[in-house]
């Protein structure tokens, strides 16, 4: 069965909450497990992790209650069956535009005679049988353009998806519209809010990158039921920016 993160989000309650991890490091991904998030993406896409880097990573979380997701950075099938194969709970393949693009990224999380996926678990708890390994994978496809947003109700139909994970960023890019605002255009705004609707319609899980503040109540107004709220470079850069402002106050002033 699925992660039991994505099996609550399923029946209702509260969005669930996580962050993306970028660095390379075991010790990143299991500190972050570990300090109650309901999930961790590991992005194979937006930094400098492969896939065979995702791979080991996942092995670093030891915390049941956190979902391990891997980002990948293309709708590759080997790329995606590896880090299945590995262990990981969910996957998100970026740009699919189209409800036969989401058909092929399902068929890859899938064994024979409906996918494509070959049957060969690298991480030694996982079962052997092909059936118990696909339903224990939640797969999300990102939805980033205008194209996408206009299949909407076609890809949320597709079998076997588990879910939307909106790309708010190339989204706007392609729709003209600014980047990274906190309060987005109406337009950005409406896109958003079809995009949950669809999901919803189709009981699937609707996904964004929400960040802190108001952009997250957004997105938690607009029905999204898994919020990315933070990446770990973020962090690392206002924890230092913080500290070196407050012991900055504390010094003497040179006029």
């Given at each position: 069965?699925?992660?039991q993160?994505?099996?609550?989000?399923?029946?209702?309650?509260?969005?669930?909450l996580?962050t993306?991890?970028?660095?390379?490091a075991?010790?990143?991904?299991?500190?972050q497990?570990?300090l109650?998030?309901?999930?961790?993406?590991?992005?194979?896409?937006?930094?400098?992790?492969?896939?065979?880097?995702?791979?080991?990573l996942?092995y670093?979380?030891?915390?049941?209650?956190?979902?391990?997701?891997?980002?990948?950075?293309s709708?590759?099938?080997?790329k995606i069956?590896?880090?299945?194969?590995?262990?990981?709970d969910?996957?998100?393949?970026?740009?699919?535009?189209t409800?036969?693009e989401?058909?092929?990224?399902?068929a890859?999380?899938?064994?024979?005679?409906?996918?494509?996926?070959?049957?060969?678990?690298t991480?030694?708890?996982?079962?052997?049988d092909?059936?118990a390994?696909e339903?224990?994978?939640c797969?999300?496809?990102?939805?980033?353009?205008?194209?996408?947003?206009s299949?909407?109700e076609?890809i949320?139909a597709?079998?076997g998806?588990?879910?939307?994970f909106?790309?708010?960023g190339d989204l706007?890019?392609?729709?003209?519209?600014?980047?990274?605002?906190?309060?987005?255009?109406?337009?950005?705004?409406?896109?958003s809010?079809?995009?949950?609707?669809?999901?919803r319609?189709?009981g699937?899980?609707?996904?964004?990158?929400a960040?802190?503040?108001?952009?997250?109540?957004?997105f938690?107004d607009?029905g999204?039921?898994?919020?990315a709220?933070?990446?770990?470079?973020?962090?690392?850069?206002?924890?230092?920016?913080a500290?070196?402002?407050?012991?900055r106050?504390?010094?003497?002033s040179s006029?």
């Amino acid at each position: 069965m699925v992660h039991q993160a994505f099996d609550r989000r399923k029946v209702g309650g509260a969005p669930l909450l996580g962050t993306m991890i970028t660095y390379d490091a075991p010790d990143n991904v299991e500190l972050q497990s570990q300090l109650g998030p309901d999930f961790v993406i590991i992005d194979c896409q937006h930094s400098l992790i492969t896939e065979g880097a995702a791979r080991r990573l996942i092995y670093a979380s030891h915390t049941p209650s956190t979902a391990i997701i891997v980002r990948v950075s293309s709708g590759d099938p080997y790329k995606i069956g590896s880090v299945l194969d590995a262990g990981a709970d969910a996957v998100i393949v970026p740009m699919v535009n189209t409800a036969y693009e989401a058909r092929a990224v399902v068929a890859a999380c899938n064994y024979g005679p409906a996918g494509i996926r070959s049957l060969g678990p690298t991480r030694r708890s996982l079962t052997a049988d092909p059936r118990a390994l696909e339903e224990r994978v939640c797969c999300f496809v990102m939805v980033e353009t205008e194209e996408a947003v206009s299949n909407i109700e076609e890809i949320c139909a597709v079998p076997g998806l588990g879910g939307i994970f909106l790309g708010s960023g190339d989204l706007a890019v392609t729709m003209g519209e600014p980047l990274f605002s906190s309060i987005p255009s109406a337009a950005l705004r409406a896109a958003s809010r079809k995009v949950a609707a669809e999901c919803r319609a189709a009981g699937i899980i609707a996904g964004a990158y929400a960040g802190p503040g108001t952009r997250a109540k957004d997105f938690i107004d607009d029905g999204f039921d898994l919020l990315a709220i933070g990446i770990d470079w973020l962090y690392v850069r206002s924890g230092i920016c913080a500290s070196l402002e407050e012991i900055r106050k504390l010094l003497p002033s040179s006029t």
